[in-house]
């Protein structure tokens, strides 16, 4: 697998590549995700900072999403550093006043 950029640079959670998000959004597109975690791909790059201050770098590994309130959410575990954080998943419809 080659490194890919990622979509839209955060200083807070991290850098999931564009392959697994939605079109025009930041949110995860369940369907590559969950084929990444089947075959153990990477995801994403970690930005946990170092003791230099600097960004980790490594690699992230997908984990299995789970549902907080009504919200899915994609854990992820980077291969370096160890640290754990999560994505968020598409926002739930919204209901339509009729």
């Known amino acids: 697998m080659t490194h890919q950029a990622p979509l ?3 200083h807070h959670g991290p850098d999931i590549w564009r392959r697994f998000r939605l079109t025009g959004s930041r949110r ?4 590559p ?6 075959r153990g791909e990477h995801v994403g790059t970690c930005r946990t900072p170092t003791a230099t201050g600097k960004a ?3 690699n992230l590994k997908p984990g299995k999403p789970y ?3 009504p919200i899915d959410w994609y854990p992820t575990v980077c291969d370096a550093c160890g640290s754990e954080t999560a994505a968020r998943g598409p926002a739930p419809a919204r ?3 009729r």
Do not use: F, K, Q, Y
């Not at 995860?28 to 369907?31: D, G, H, S, T």
């Not at 995700?33 to 089947?38: E, F, K, V």
């Open 8 to 10: 839209i640079p955060t």
């Open 56 to 58: 980790c770098g490594g």
């Open 28 to 31: 995860i597109n369940a369907a």
């Open 67 to 69: 549902r907080a309130g």
């Open 95 to 97: 209901r339509r006043r």
């Open 33 to 38: 995700w969950m084929d990444a975690l089947s």
